[in-house]
């Protein structure tokens, strides 16, 4: 019997695909003879996706990724951002199949989270990994970061109303206006692409530093991968001056901190809600909780 995560079972009966479960096991032996390997045991830390180790028949490792069937392009943004990236601070992609949701890439080492990297390390090394994707990439039909600002926005309401408002009001509208501003300041000459969600968990060790893995894919201003990490490690983030956080990740790239921080104060909440709706604690709580202090002090 297929040994399937049980985080990827939950998120294939929450999405209505409970017969994708059922037709894994044919679908990979069905890859493994299309695509001539050998499918080994899966990875643990899956949420989204089917992981698993394989080889392919030249003995060359590698990992298969099953994407749990959705109706937002996800599957098809990954794909693209990996295409365009081409190795360069993202996972190589070695082939893909878009009808099936399957994406076969090179096998990398363990995640930046396993390895118990000191905090300021992370962020360095992760500014590194994004930063060698950002290229313009026009037509390439990936969202746009004024899309995004406004598809936050609509979660952002949507879910404290539905979560019975786990943060304040102020919170909310903070981050509200801080991604209305960055929605009117999208400019299409100045995007990027970009990752979308850099953190330590998609972060796995390569021959050199760290490649990034599960893209979202947008084209947007470079700030927002940066705005990303603002929105993780809460607590730490308020042990000095947050803004000092803000500052330091854009100057190592030569970015608007402003921007950063706006991105951040947008992600922190959205992230929260996000958590706190799935049942990941504390992080959820602690990423609120940052916002309502933070909103505060606006």
């Known amino acids: ?13 929450t999405a209505g695909v409970g017969d994708w479960l059922d037709a894994l096991p044919g679908l990979i032996h069905e890859l493994e003879t299309d695509w001539s390997m050998t499918v080994g045991a899966p990875y643990d830390e899956g949420t989204e996706a089917y992981v698993a180790a394989a080889e392919l028949g030249d003995g060359t490792p590698a990992v298969l990724k099953l994407v749990v069937p959705r109706d937002d392009h996800s599957t098809r943004n990954e794909v693209t951002v990996l ?19 399957a994406l076969l890439m090179e ?12 905090l300021a390390e992370r962020q360095r090394l992760l500014t590194d990994a994004a930063s060698q994707l950002w290229r313009p990439a026009p037509g390439s039909g990936l969202p746009t970061g004024a899309d995004k600002a406004q598809w936050l926005i609509d979660h952002i309401l949507k879910s404290w109303d539905e979560l019975d408002r786990p943060c304040s009001e102020r919170a909310v509208e903070h981050a509200v206006a801080c991604a209305e501003r960055r929605l009117a300041a999208h400019d299409d000459e100045r995007a990027v692409l970009v990752h979308g969600d850099v953190h330590e968990w998609n972060a796995l060790r390569a021959d050199r530093g760290f490649k990034l893995v599960d893209p979202d894919g947008l084209v947007a201003e470079p700030e927002y991968d940066l705005g990303v990490l603002m929105r993780e490690d809460p607590l730490e983030l308020l042990e000095g001056d ?3 956080r803000a500052e330091r990740l854009a100057g190592w790239c030569g970015l608007d901190a402003e921007a950063v921080w706006e991105w951040g104060v947008v992600e922190r909440v959205s992230t929260g809600l996000v958590a706190t709706r799935i049942g990941l604690q504390p992080i959820g709580s602690q990423m609120l909780s940052a916002a309502d202090q933070l909103a505060s002090d606006a």
Do not use: N, T, W, Y
Not at 1 to 13: F, N, Q, W
Not at 83 to 101: E, F, P, S, V
């Open 242 to 244: 947050p803004r000092e």
């Open 83 to 101: 295409q365009l990236a081409d190795g360069r601070g993202c996972a190589k992609l070695l082939r893909h199949d878009l009808d099936r949701d």
């Open 107 to 118: 096998r990398l080492g363990p995640s930046m989270h396993r390895l118990g990297l000191p």
């Open 1 to 13: 019997m297929l040994d399937i995560p049980e985080a990827v079972r939950a998120k294939a009966m």
